[in-house]
């Protein structure tokens, strides 16, 4: 579903910034995918800003802003991170809630914004892609099932990251249960093995 309007995350009308995140599944933000997305949006929709957002643990990672010092809050991504839906905002400004955020009731001055969500294969939610621009613009279709597109190839990255992690964490810990094995084998004492059958029995009989 493309809402149209959108509904932007806050507590009490107010929006809310989260605290600032590390990449998840020992991603760098060198990955091409998070130059490669950004770039096509813009050539797609023209002068926008573009973000892409990763959330982990409660906490966010901006591309253009990775080390939050620059923007406080993520307004666009927020609404998608929770729903899970793709979002068009036509005019921000006119949004009860996102006209009160610093991105649109100041400079920049944002009035147009789009996110789609970064979702993996397993559903999970991990972030958005987001455009958002200095003019309103009436929902389009076709980029917005683009902005999708873009969307899923960095959730297929996050994907093989996080499968790569696991991958890694699995072999850690066979290498660990060998280590410990290994240890348990030497220490061990060693018990004498059977007794060779004698032949003092037979011998008595005779």
């Not at 927020?78 to 729903?83: E, R």
């Not at 793709?86 to 921000?92: I, P, R, T, V, Y």
């Not at 001055?109 to 789609?116: D, E, I, L, N, T």
Request: proline letters at 8%; aromatic letters at 6%.
């Amino acid at each position: 579903m493309h809402n149209s309007t959108g509904t932007a995350a806050r507590t009490g009308g107010v929006l809310e910034a989260r605290p600032v995140s590390r990449l998840p599944y020992g991603m760098t933000g060198q990955e091409a995918v998070f130059e490669r997305a950004p770039a096509l949006a813009s050539a797609l929709f023209g002068k926008v800003y573009v973000s892409v957002v990763i959330v982990s643990e409660g906490a966010v990672w901006r591309n253009i802003d990775p080390d939050g010092l620059l923007i406080r809050g993520t307004p666009f991504a927020d609404p998608v991170t929770a729903s899970g839906q793709a979002m068009w905002w036509e005019d921000a400004a006119a949004d009860p809630v996102l006209s009160q955020s610093n991105l649109v009731a100041s400079a920049p001055f944002v009035r147009f914004a789009a996110a789609a969500p970064i979702q993996l294969p397993g559903g999970e939610v991990q972030g958005a892609l987001a455009v958002a621009g200095l003019e309103p613009r009436p929902l389009d279709p076709l980029l917005m099932a683009n902005l999708e597109r873009l969307a899923a190839m960095i959730a297929d990255e996050c994907d093989r990251a996080r499968t790569a992690q696991a991958l890694q964490a699995q072999e850690a810990e066979a290498r660990r249960n060998r280590v410990i094995q290994g240890v348990f084998a030497k220490a061990a004492p060693r018990l004498p093995g059977p007794a060779a059958p004698g032949r003092c029995g037979r011998d008595r009989i005779r």
